[in-house]
């Protein structure tokens, strides 16, 4: 899925996998169950299959990256964030990942319910809609914003429940979701933690990734 | 093992192989669902790639109804190539030289495993009808006892389409401590009542045959030809889909300019059809048809597990590659679907494509690169994967 298709505020980062990626893996500890939702071509699940040897599963919206995924002999089906992920259990796997696909699916605090769920873990990464450059482009120009990470019309856009990261930290709070770490990313790629300033980051991250905990029962 | 004996199906009678047979049940007999104990029952393979010192590269390829064990060579009646033969071989998506291939001639069958057209011991006369009804679990036990008597363990994998499919599900589901991995091809976990219906106009077809004699047609020297052939044609259309047919021969006529006001094969389509009908009755058993057709419409893996479909597959080690094609209607991408999410709801390593192709139901057997990719890299990653397990695969 990786709806977010350009990402050009990330673009200089010189590791074989996108920053945020890269961020994400870094979380994932050795030898887990790992689900990564919205797969794309499985360059993560095949990065953490190699370095942290990882029992990976990938679901993916798009035909062709599923096939490219399995052909590679990686575990991946076609699927839906929407509608597939209410078939798997509780506690399915230790990790599971939605990076960049949030924000495409059409009910997304059904999605984020079932990603705690099923993932004794669950890590998301988002656009931010309260990035400076979103609100210079609203406040000023009175445009819906178009830019490296939001690269699309809005006619056209598969992103259609666009929040901020202050909007999503909100989100967790309402669904009593504890957020265990976040970072942001601001337009350099580099990382930010969230919580030393919010506003700063909800300001001048470009995106945020979110290691969260569903509430305890 | 012993080559078989100078008969031809056609004739009501096993055909004269080439190949491996082995008669199993001889210590404990093989305990069917409908009860009956089968005893000093025949299965009949072939093998291709050699089995490795740890036995672990065994690969069972499963056929399909009208399938054999003939999967990679030439067959000895028809003299058609195998009918895997662009997938089984070296340096193919199953490479006979990294894996040992296995297939045998499913139970019920008619080229040389046991099935209705076989002499019955106790009665010295062909089984016919009083051949036991089988399911795709007797056969899978069959095979089960086979790779016993060949010493093998665990297979690798187990990969079959359609009714092959079926019984890749049934191996995963009642052996998944011997099953690393399971491909099941353009198949469902239980027959549908679509398809229940086309077998049904397929078996009245030959019963209707007055040379079917009730089942005792070998007795009479006689073949219910025509009923079998019209099961074929009606198999056959469902094999195809609309825009293959279309393709293939849409409304052009048979080697005439004009319709014939008549009934003789005008179109196209109904020379082929013809065609495949009398062709088949050439290699292939009536009363097997109607077992073996018997034994899918009674598949129904959920049904054995509360209707709950993911139970059949609860804490299942096997990892499995479920693969549909778009245009096939008989067993639609919805059926492999609803296995991949029994397969989730029981939290399998699954992985799901859906080929596209416009060759209906008979893409599995057909030229198509992207399945055949899938297919090899599928196969690759589980190896790598049972090599990181337990020790390389050599």
């Given amino acids: 899925m990786n709806v977010v298709s350009g990402q050009p505020g990330l673009a200089n980062n010189r590791t074989d996998i996108r920053v945020d990626l890269k961020l994400v893996a870094d979380i994932i500890k050795p030898s887990s169950r790992v689900l990564d939702i919205g797969c794309g071509d499985g360059a993560l699940l095949a990065h953490l299959n190699q370095t942290k040897q990882v029992d990976g599963r990938g679901i993916e919206l798009g035909m062709d990256g599923v096939n490219a995924c399995v052909a590679a002999g990686l575990s991946v089906i076609q699927g839906d964030a929407d509608t597939d992920l209410a078939d798997y259990p509780d506690n399915a796997f230790d990790y599971v990942i939605l990076s960049q696909t949030l924000q495409a699916t059409r009910a997304p605090r059904e999605v984020l319910g079932n990603l705690v769920r099923i993932g004794r873990h669950a890590i998301i990464s988002i656009p931010n809609f309260g990035h400076w450059r979103v609100r210079w482009d609203i406040a000023l120009h009175g ?15 598969p992103n259609i429940h666009f929040c901020s990261l202050l909007d999503f930290i909100a989100l967790c709070d309402d669904m009593s979701i504890e957020v265990e770490r976040s970072f942001a990313l601001d337009r350099h790629g580099r990382a930010m933690r969230v919580h030393s300033s919010v506003r700063s980051a909800n300001l001048f991250g470009v995106e945020g990734v979110f290691l969260l905990r569903r509430p305890a029962d | 093992m012993d080559s078989l004996k100078n008969r031809s199906p056609a004739n009501g009678d096993s055909p004269n192989l080439s190949g491996n047979q082995v008669v199993l049940g001889c210590e404990s007999p093989l305990v069917l669902d409908c009860g009956t104990e089968l005893s000093e029952f025949t299965v009949a393979y072939q093998t291709y790639g050699t089995l490795n010192a740890l036995r672990n590269n065994a690969v069972l390829v499963c056929h399909a109804l009208t399938g054999d064990q003939f999967v990679a060579e ?9 009918w895997w033969g662009n997938i089984v071989g070296s340096g193919k998506a199953i490479d006979t030289e990294r894996y040992f291939v296995i297939c045998t001639n499913i139970l019920g069958g008619c080229m040389g495993t046991t099935g209705p057209q076989d002499i019955n011991p106790r009665t010295a006369k062909p089984w016919a009808l009083s051949f036991p009804v089988i399911t795709i679990r007797d056969m899978v036990r069959a095979q089960a006892m086979l790779l016993d008597h060949l010493e093998i363990e665990r297979l690798f994998a187990v990969i079959g389409g359609s009714l092959g499919g079926m019984q890749a599900l049934e191996w995963a589901s009642s052996y998944p401590e011997r099953v690393f991995a399971a491909v099941p091809i353009a198949t469902a ?7 229940i219906a086309f077998h049904e106009l397929g078996r009245q077809a030959i019963m209707a045959d007055p040379d079917w004699h009730g089942g005792n047609y070998q007795l009479e020297g006689l073949t219910p030809k ?9 198999g056959h259309i469902t094999y195809h889909s609309e825009t293959a047919l279309t393709r293939k021969f849409g409304r052009r006529l048979q080697d005439r300019d004009n319709l014939t006001y008549g009934f003789d094969a005008d179109f196209q389509v109904e020379s082929y059809l013809r065609h495949q009908g009398s062709t088949f009755v050439e290699r292939f058993d009536a009363n097997a048809y109607l077992y073996i057709t018997r034994a899918m419409d009674y598949f129904d893996l959920a049904a054995r597990h509360g209707g709950v479909l993911a139970e059949a597959f609860r804490d299942t080690p096997v990892r499995f590659c479920v693969i549909s094609f778009s245009s ?22 699954v992985s799901f494509v859906e080929i ?25 990653g589980a190896a790598e994967r049972l090599a990181m397990a337990s020790g390389a695969m050599r």
Avoid at chain 1, 143 to 157: A, C, D, F, K
Avoid at chain 2, 189 to 195: G, L, R
Avoid at chain 2, 356 to 380: I, K, Y
């Fill in chain 2, 189 to 195: 976990a239980h027959h549908s009542a679509q398809n």
């Fill in chain 2, 328 to 349: 096939d209607w008989l067993y639609s991408t919805v059926e492999s679907r609803t296995v991949v999410r029994a397969l989730n709801a029981a939290a399998a390593n």
């Fill in chain 2, 356 to 380: 596209t192709s416009d060759q209906g139901h008979d893409s599995f057997l057909l030229d198509e690169p992207e399945f055949f990719r899938v297919l090899s890299g599928f196969l690759n």
């Fill in chain 2, 226 to 234: 025509r009923g079998l052939a019209v099961a074929r044609m009606a």
């Fill in chain 2, 74 to 82: 030439a067959h000895p009646i028809t003299g058609r190539p195998g």
């Fill in chain 1, 143 to 157: 445009r819906m914003p178009i830019n490296g990470s939001l690269p699309y019309q809005w006619y056209e856009t």
